[in-house]
């Protein structure tokens, strides 16, 4: 989705982003999916839980700590 704001307007900015949210919520309460075509994305890697559930976060985070533990890829990005 891309909304088309004045980014000088922070009420336009904050409106903007309660929709997304809400569009995200709706998604995930009807069995869709908050990721995109290019994966969670910064603005959605809150929504892990929500969606997947406190293990299978969990999961996801001891398998990148396997597969990087010097958290050399992607860092900062998905798991903090």
């Known amino acids: 989705v891309l909304f088309a704001i004045d980014?000088?307007?922070p009420g336009e900015?904050?409106?903007a982003e309660?929709?997304?949210e809400r569009m995200i919520d709706r998604a995930i309460s009807v069995g869709g999916s908050?990721?995109?075509e290019h994966?969670?994305?910064?603005?959605?890697r809150h929504?892990?839980?929500h969606e997947h559930g406190e293990g299978a976060v969990a999961t996801m985070r001891a398998?990148?700590?396997a597969?990087?533990?010097q958290n050399l890829m992607n860092p900062g990005k998905i798991f903090l």
């Open 39 to 44: 994966g969670i994305g910064l603005m959605k």
């Open 67 to 69: 597969l990087d533990p």
């Open 47 to 49: 929504h892990l839980v």
């Open 34 to 36: 908050c990721t995109g």
């Open 63 to 65: 398998l990148k700590q």
């Open 18 to 20: 309660q929709v997304y």
């Open 13 to 15: 900015r904050e409106r």
């Open 7 to 9: 980014p000088e307007n």
